[in-house]
C-alpha cells in the first residue's frame, strides 16, 4: 500500500520544479515502461503495479523495485486519465552528451508545445536522429505529457537544453540548416549525412538572432492558402527529403 508521502512525491513529478529537484520523471503504460526497462539507457528508481502486470514482469526486471498496488492506488497518482497498469519512476539523465558533428542532428528554437516536442523526439528517432539541441524555453521533455507522445523514443535520443545561440557559435566547423519560409526549395536539398536541421517556434518560427547564425535556409514549398506548418509536421517532412539513402 502506498504511504501518503509516496503519493505526495509521485504526485510532484507532473511538476518541473519537483522533477528537477528529484532529479527524476514518471514513465506510464506497459509500451513505455517496458521500453524503459528494456533500454541500457535509462535507470528505474521504482515502478508502481497491478498485481496482473507484475506477476507476468518481476521475474525479468529482479533488479527492479516492483511494487504490487492497487487499481485505485495507480489511479490517484497517474498522471493519465485512466491509470494502465504500470508506472514507473526513471532517473533524469545528465543534461549533456558529446556532440557528434559528423551526424545529422536537429535543434529546437522554441518549441514550447508539449506534443509538438514529444513527436518531434518520436519522428527523430524513426529517421535515425540520435541528438536534439533544444533551447532552454523549450518544453520540458521529461514532463508527463512530452515523454507519453514520445512512445519511447525519449529513451533512444539524447537531449541537451542550453542556450541555443551561444551553444552554436561553439560548433564553427557545423553546417546549420533553417527552417524559412524563404530559404532554398526543399526539393533542391541533397542528401545529407551532417549538420544541423534548426526547427523554429510554433508561431514565430526561428527567432531572428538565430537565424544570423544559419548556413542555409531551407523551405517546405507549398501550394495553398496555409500560413505556416505544425513544427512537428515540418520536421517530418524536412527528414523525409533529407534522410536520403547513399548510392
Not at 111 to 129: H, M, V, Y
Not at 205 to 232: C, P, Y
Request: glycine letters at 8%.
Amino acid at each position: 500500500m502506498l504511504n501518503k508521502s509516496e503519493v505526495k512525491y509521485i504526485q510532484s513529478l507532473s511538476q518541473k520544479k519537483f522533477r528537477d529537484e528529484a532529479g527524476a520523471y514518471l514513465v506510464e503504460g506497459p509500451k513505455i515502461t517496458g521500453e524503459a526497462l528494456a533500454s541500457r539507457q535509462v535507470k528505474i528508481n521504482k515502478v508502481y503495479a497491478l498485481e496482473e502486470w507484475a506477476g507476468s514482469h518481476a521475474a525479468s526486471y529482479p533488479d527492479v523495485e516492483i511494487q504490487v498496488v492497487s487499481t485505485f492506488e495507480l489511479q490517484k497518482v497517474s498522471q493519465l486519465k485512466t491509470a494502465n497498469q504500470v508506472l514507473a519512476v526513471a532517473e533524469m539523465p545528465a543534461n549533456s552528451f558529446r556532440f557528434k558533428k559528423q551526424l545529422l542532428s536537429l535543434a529546437l528554437d522554441g518549441i514550447q508545445d508539449p506534443g509538438n516536442l514529444g513527436t518531434i523526439i518520436r519522428i527523430a528517432d524513426w529517421f535515425g536522429i540520435g541528438q536534439i539541441i533544444c533551447s532552454k524555453d523549450c518544453a520540458d521533455a521529461f514532463s508527463p505529457k512530452v515523454v507519453q507522445a514520445t512512445m519511447g523514443s525519449i529513451f533512444r535520443v539524447e537531449l541537451l537544453y542550453t542556450d541555443l545561440g551561444s551553444w552554436m557559435d561553439t560548433q564553427a566547423d557545423t553546417c546549420f540548416y533553417g527552417a524559412a519560409l524563404n530559404g532554398t526549395p526543399l526539393r533542391k536539398v541533397p542528401g545529407l549525412d551532417s549538420g544541423v536541421i534548426v526547427i523554429g517556434n510554433e508561431s514565430k518560427g526561428i527567432r531572428s538572432d538565430i537565424m544570423e547564425k544559419i548556413n542555409q535556409k531551407i523551405t517546405i514549398e507549398k501550394w495553398g492558402a496555409a500560413e505556416s506548418l505544425n513544427a512537428a509536421v515540418a520536421t517530418g517532412i524536412i527528414l523525409s527529403h533529407v534522410r536520403k539513402p547513399k548510392a
